[in-house]
């Protein structure tokens, strides 16, 4: 398997080339709808860093990972290197399962008061999320906050702005 650090220079034609190969991952040709690739480049100029890869930011105080700006992954659904915008809700909960393809089932704990006996009950919710390719080494467990965005899919209208390592399994934390 190849390093990362191999292919963090822009200026390698080659380089990139290979790099871009690495994306090819799905049957349709994977490009960001941004970017030129068929430049005509002269060798000794130096490539920027907007010239190889689409990153945008997400807004609300959030900072793309590095990943994101570094990495080779394209995906449209990414609020950092994608058409999406994050508008409406931002949420916290608790990665629950990650069994489909670039989306997560995030868990949120909450207390509903019962008036009757004035005490209060744990209940849950869960919600789907959608994972961007930038996120690496999440698990079932770590806190994510996700932000509301247009539909992504049928159930999926979140998506994934940070990751957080703290957590454990499936109980109810805050209490």
């Given at each position: 398997?190849?390093?990362?650090?191999?292919?963090?220079?822009?200026?390698?034609?080659?380089?990139?080339?290979?790099?871009?190969?690495?994306?090819?991952?799905?049957?349709?040709?994977?490009?960001?709808?941004?970017?030129?690739?068929?430049?005509?480049?002269?060798?000794?100029?130096?490539?920027?860093?907007?010239?190889?890869?689409?990153?945008?930011?997400?807004?609300?105080?959030?900072?793309?990972?590095?990943?994101?700006?570094?990495?080779?992954?394209?995906?449209?659904?990414?609020?950092?290197t994608g058409n999406v915008g994050i508008r409406g809700r931002v949420l916290q909960g608790?990665?629950?399962?990650?069994?489909?393809?670039?989306?997560?089932?995030?868990?949120?704990?909450?207390?509903?008061?019962?008036?009757?006996?004035?005490?209060?009950?744990?209940?849950?919710?869960?919600?789907?999320?959608?994972?961007?390719?930038?996120?690496?080494?999440?698990?079932i467990g770590d806190v994510v906050t996700v932000g509301q965005c247009r539909p992504l899919s049928k159930t999926v209208y979140f998506n994934t702005l940070k990751v957080s390592k703290?957590?454990?399994?499936?109980?109810?934390?805050?209490?």
């Amino acid at each position: 398997r190849l390093k990362r650090s191999e292919f963090a220079t822009f200026d390698d034609p080659r380089a990139m080339s290979l790099q871009h190969e690495l994306a090819q991952v799905e049957r349709c040709y994977q490009k960001q709808p941004t970017i030129f690739e068929n430049k005509k480049r002269a060798t000794s100029r130096r490539l920027k860093r907007s010239e190889v890869r689409y990153t945008r930011n997400a807004g609300l105080g959030f900072k793309a990972p590095r990943e994101a700006l570094e990495g080779n992954f394209v995906d449209k659904k990414c609020p950092f290197t994608g058409n999406v915008g994050i508008r409406g809700r931002v949420l916290q909960g608790t990665v629950a399962t990650m069994k489909m393809t670039n989306t997560i089932t995030v868990r949120r704990d909450y207390l509903h008061f019962i008036k009757k006996y004035n005490r209060f009950e744990k209940r849950h919710s869960k919600l789907s999320a959608h994972m961007s390719p930038a996120f690496l080494d999440v698990e079932i467990g770590d806190v994510v906050t996700v932000g509301q965005c247009r539909p992504l899919s049928k159930t999926v209208y979140f998506n994934t702005l940070k990751v957080s390592k703290i957590g454990g399994k499936k109980k109810f934390k805050k209490f």
